[in-house]
């Protein structure tokens, strides 16, 4: 689903691979920008002002068919 939030499985995936030492200088770069861009992205616009996971979408046509 698009704008699904994936941001703190991410997060916490990109932790866990530091606290091992597995992530070397590039991709740490990488990935404090993009956490930097996805809480931005989450903080300032109206993406995470609904919910957008399967289950709600599914469950919110269900409602609107009648169901």
Do not use: R
Request: hydrophobic share 40%; proline share 0%; with cysteine.
């Amino acid at each position: 689903v698009i704008g699904e939030d994936k941001y703190w499985a991410n997060k916490k995936a990109y932790h866990s691979a530091k606290e091992a030492d597995t992530v070397s200088h590039e991709l740490n770069i990488i990935f404090q920008s993009a956490i930097a861009c996805a809480k931005k992205i989450k903080t300032e616009t109206a993406l995470s002002k609904t919910s957008v996971s399967i289950a709600s979408l599914a469950a919110n046509e269900a409602v609107k068919l009648g169901g």
